[in-house]
């Protein structure tokens, strides 16, 4: 990957406490998604993986947010989320690379569209053996240049 990507400030739009200069972060939050999915199905597919990382990974998110009229909303990411894409084969490669790094993944395979819960979730990706996985997901948080690593061959989604 090429790109380094950053975060900056937009004037008086930006909350206190973040300066005017750019921001790069030390650690990445990767999707990667299954080129051939639907639209409704990347939508879909990626806000359930990255619902993953941050009830393992407590440093992803940031600080609760607030309005000037003082209502309160919940915390978000404290980093932008990049989302790419490839074919099965580059999710089988990138899957066998975080498996290799151990780093925090979540995964989404094709058998989740067919069921309705959580539970049921679980068991449709407990009853297939690692290597036999049908990936259309895959979310990675890690240090930048490990991930950059897993997502190779991947590509920015449109």
Not at 106 to 134: K, M
Request: glycine residues 8%; hydrophobic residues 40%.
């Amino acid at each position: 990957m090429q790109r380094t990507y950053k975060t900056r400030s937009y004037g008086g739009r930006q909350s206190r406490g973040m300066s005017e200069q750019s921001y790069r972060f030390d650690t990445k939050i990767a999707v990667i998604l299954r080129e051939d999915l639907e639209p409704w199905q990347r939508l879909n597919v990626t806000a359930f993986l990255v619902s993953g990382l941050g009830t393992e990974v407590a440093e992803v998110i940031g600080e609760p947010y607030e309005d000037a009229d003082g209502v309160a909303y919940l915390p978000m990411f404290r980093q932008p989320v990049l989302v790419f894409e490839g074919t099965k084969e580059t999710l089988t490669a990138a899957h066998a690379r975080v498996l290799s790094r151990a780093l925090p993944r979540a995964v989404f395979t094709s058998d989740l569209f067919s069921t309705g819960n959580d539970r049921d979730n679980r068991a449709a990706v407990r009853a297939v053996p690692t290597r036999e996985l049908d990936l259309v997901g895959l979310a990675v948080y890690g240090p930048r240049n490990a991930v950059d690593k897993v997502v190779k061959g991947a590509r920015m989604h449109p």
